[in-house]
């Protein structure tokens, strides 16, 4: 399989070239040359890390099989406690895809976990010896997933850069208790668009690639953005469509929805891929919080980023800029020139427009909507009270949506992309009660309150020590790149 850049056709890699690079270097993402087709029944019989082998190498052509098959079992096994993909029924028709059973409690692990072993296995395939450094910008899930995959991998440097009181007090601690001799945390000040296009700006830069090749270093990216991160999350679509069928909730054939809470477009994209791929989806429906750009272009086909920014309780998804369209926008449009373009026209004027009959391709295959921040809380409670399903503020986004677009007799599927313990303040709250100030306290009333357990990795967390404590401005993430050495 290759891969062309989203902004210009001609520029054509591997997928391990993908995979080591992160972005193409005139700013576009990679996409794959085709679709792969695939024998969905033969796939829906395989356990979950076969299933990853074989769906993760359809694209991954210039990977070993065996190397898949034995990168898929120690990720997907032990680490997830036995529930990778586990699907959990809420109510008639209607199911929570349980996605954060690994080891920082969030779906990203899925990507996250996989990506540093097939990182490694790029550089070995291309024969680079380089040092890889690799930057997150991270509104909280992604930047201690990549930290949790990362740290200690041999050869590479990570440094994770998330906004001041952009994260949950859990998901600070997460990232500023992080082991590892590999690793860095910087808190930076602004919103996570500013991390974001900090970092851009970094692997945008010519110049600081040329003085950090002099000393043997390449930046890569483990954001969305890269294509090793959402090629792993293809796979759970499938694992869904599996249990349904194991469960003799659907036959063969038969159409299922998604409801994705979306932020930088990864997840829902993926779903996007399985459908290409033969996976027999319906609708893909773009849940979003108050930040809800994704609704207005979903509606409209006008993207403006240009917008006030809301901090909301799902922070992670608590983004005007969401990268992972421009694939759809390449896919849809076949068009590298309009694609370069819509971009050109959104860093240059904050937005774009697609054309009406663009739009009406997305529209076939993705529905919307959002929920205000009153609604998170109240459908909290509502699935606690009504179906005795406890979920996160992000998955209670996705609910609320799902509720508004479910079709008769067709499954929905309710993407859960964090446990409701990474959150414990707000839960507790949209619960009905007063939230202790400190985020343990919370997370033991949770438990106490709800009979649950949290998971050991975030119960532990407030026995460990903070590593990190540096803030810095966006302007500085520059500097803190050139600061290593090979
Ligand atoms: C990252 C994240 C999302 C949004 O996923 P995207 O791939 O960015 O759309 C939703 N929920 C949680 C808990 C997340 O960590």
Known sequence: MQFYSTRDRNRVVTSSEAIAQGLSDE???????????????????????????????????????????QATKTTYGAAFGGKAGYLAPVSQDVYALELWHGPTCAFKDYALQLMPKLLVEAKKNLGRTEKTLILVATSGDTGKAALDGYHDIPGVEIAVFYPTGGTSEIQRLQMATQEGGNVAVYAVRGNFDDAQTGVKKVFGDKAIAARLAERNIRLSSANSINWGRLVPQIVYYFAAYAQLLQAGKIVYG?????????????????????????????KLICASNENNVLTDFLTTG??????????????????????????LLYHVTGSDAEVAALMKSLAETGSYTVRPETLKTIQESFGCGWSSEEQVAGEIRARY???????????????????????????MVVLSTASPFKFPRSVLEALGHTAPQNDFEAMQELEAVTHHDAPASLAALCQKAERFSTVIDPARIAQVALSYES
């Open 27 to 69: 700013g576009g993402l990679f996409v794959p040359a085709s679709f792969p087709q695939v024998d969905v029944q033969a796939l829906c019989a395989l356990d979950y890390p076969e299933m990853a082998a074989a769906i993760v190498g359809e694209y991954l052509t210039d990977y070993s099989k065996e190397f898949l098959a």
């Open 254 to 282: 038969d159409k299922v929805d998604f409801c994705v809470p979306t932020g930088n477009f990864g997840d829902i994209l993926a779903g996007y891929y399985a459908k290409q791929m033969g996976l027999p989806v319906g």
């Open 385 to 411: 009270e009504q179906n005795g399903y406890l979920c996160d503020t992000h998955t209670a986004v996705a609910f609320h949506v799902a509720e508004q677009q479910k079709r008769e007799g067709v499954p």
């Open 302 to 327: 006008t993207y403006t980023a240009k917008r006030e920014f809301f901090k909301t309780t799902s922070p992670s998804m608590d983004i005007l800029v969401s990268s992972n369209l421009e694939r």
